[in-house]
């Protein structure tokens, strides 16, 4: 998964067994939409593609069976050049990985 809105993205490779969470981990179901995306906030332009070729260096390295860093969630902003991560966790409520309702 990948997203970028004005300087800045994220991006992630979900655990394929959801030992680590999931999208609906990542983010709560009922959090706010109504901020708006690219088309209300703006995009830096290179922003949308340094997110992504990480994905597709995370899908090449998937592909040719390199370590990959599966539920790691990468943020970069790319006017600030700050980076960071951190690795996802299941939440016991996920509908999916947490057996919650
Ligand atoms: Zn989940």
Known sequence: ??????????????????????????????????????????ILGPVAGMI??????AALKYLLGAPLPWGVVH???????EYSAITLTARPDCPLCGGGD
């Open 75 to 81: 943020y970069a902003d790319g006017w600030a050049d």
């Open 52 to 57: 992504a070729m990480q994905q597709s260096l």
């Open 1 to 42: 998964m990948g997203a970028a809105v004005q300087t800045a993205g994220q991006w992630i490779a979900f655990d394929p067994t959801r030992q680590g969470g999931c999208y609906h981990c990542l983010g709560s179901a009922d959090r706010d939409e109504g901020l708006g995306g690219c088309a209300a906030l703006g």
